[in-house]
């Protein structure tokens, strides 16, 4: 028959086993979180790449079709040339051609450069394409690991929560009602030996009348300094 205490104390330190697998499930969360960034980084990264390649795209085809327009116009101006009376007549045409021919050399070399630019921001965009595979292969690696990690630790929760209410059973109502209310205060553990004739988590120094009664009847007594439970280890 295990004593008040015992059953406590095997409380805690399922609670506090229990604890410890939390904080390492809670730990792989900034490493998850700091592969899912990197990754995005270079997602980001393609997606602004991918746009510029689309905008001066656009642009091209659009230039196309102007150049296409103005030299079909030169053609017009070239037949209508074959038609023309008079001297004035001709001389407007030759200038008509002439602004034509003029428009299209000028469009001819912003589609040139523009070509260029294009050819630049696909490079960066390939190059930004093979890096975001390269990342994604060698994480692969990294999130497998921290997936195995957090199912171990899931699975060792489980297995500790249910024999932690098995625990909690063995406990005293009452006592354990003040156990997990003290334990609710954000602590990890909330039963402390002595420590000589002080709370053993505060340091207070506790009554010796106080100190002789938990000494000689086995009781668990509550610390009003720092509200831990405290016993008087045998
Ligand atoms: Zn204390």
């Known amino acids: 028959m295990q004593t008040d205490l015992e059953t406590l104390l095997a409380l805690q330190a399922d609670d506090v086993i229990i604890h410890g ?8 969360e900034p ?3 700091e ?8 997602v980001d990264a393609c997606g602004r790449a991918s746009a510029a390649v689309a ?4 642009k091209q085809a659009w230039l196309r079709e102007k150049i296409l327009e103005h030299k079909q116009l030169i053609e017009r101006n070239q037949q209508q040339m074959d038609n023309v009376k008079t001297m004035k007549q001709a001389t407007a045409a030759v200038a ?6 003029k428009i299209v050399a000028g469009e001819e070399s912003d589609i040139l450069a523009l070509n260029r630019r294009l050819e630049e921001l696909r490079g960066v965009l390939n190059a930004q394409a093979t890096d975001l595979a390269a990342v994604e292969a060698e994480q692969e690696t990294a999130r497998a690991e921290v997936g195995a990690e957090r199912a171990a630790i899931d699975g060792e929760l489980a297995a500790m929560r249910a024999k932690r ?23 990890v553990e909330a039963v402390f030996a002595m420590n000589g004739m002080s709370c053993g988590n505060c340091d207070t120094a506790i009554p010796m009348q106080r100190r002789h009664i938990m000494n000689n009847t086995g009781a668990i ?14």
């Open 55 to 58: 905008a001066e795209e656009k």
């Open 31 to 33: 490493r998850m979180k």
């Open 21 to 28: 697998l939390e904080e390492r499930l809670a730990a792989l």
């Open 165 to 187: 209410s098995g625990a909690a059973e063995a406990v005293p109502a009452q006592l354990r009602v003040k156990y997990d209310r003290i334990r609710g205060r954000k602590r």
């Open 35 to 42: 592969l899912d960034q990197r990754r995005q980084r270079i």
């Open 221 to 234: 007594d509550l610390c009003e300094a720092c509200g831990v439970l405290m016993y008087f280890p045998g």
């Open 96 to 101: 008509q051609m002439e602004q034509a021919r």
